[in-house]
């Protein structure tokens, strides 16, 4: 089993940045590749990044390349997303999953977190 924990969310203005992180239980982080999904009210959760279980290869929504960058910490159990740039239509709530795939994120991962809300304001 494997448990997920998101944190680094809040209210930011627009152009501004965050630094989410997501912690792991389990060692067995280095062995996944892990991806940032999100959620905005009214919409479905969509695909923002994925990050190969070496950290050798990232992809991202068209939406957001460019402005963020997934990267991982194997040694500490932990991903995180920088997001740069942010806007307004940014603003979700933000999961981040684990999928046994090793190279990419499917979607459907094997854990997910619980979230953590980002608020862009204009």
């Known amino acids: 089993q494997m448990q997920l924990v998101e944190s680094g969310g809040g209210l930011v203005p627009a152009g501004g940045s965050l630094r989410l992180s997501c912690a792991c239980s389990?060692?067995?982080?280095?062995?996944?590749?892990m991806g940032w999904f999100r959620q905005a009210p009214g919409k479905e959760r969509e695909f923002v990044a994925g990050?190969?279980?070496?950290?050798?290869?990232?992809e991202y929504a068209d939406s957001v390349k460019g402005r963020f960058t997934s990267s991982r910490d194997n040694a500490k159990n932990t991903l995180y997303l920088q997001m740069n740039g942010l806007k307004p239509e940014d603003t979700a709530v933000y999961y981040c999953?684990?999928?046994?795939?090793?190279?990419?994120?499917?979607?459907?991962?094997?854990?997910w977190g619980q979230g953590t809300q980002v608020t862009v304001s204009s």
């Open positions: 389990s060692r067995a982080f280095s062995n996944y590749a």
């Open positions: 990050i190969s279980w070496s950290g050798g290869s990232t």
């Open positions: 999953a684990a999928d046994s795939s090793r190279t990419v994120v499917g979607p459907a991962p094997n854990y």
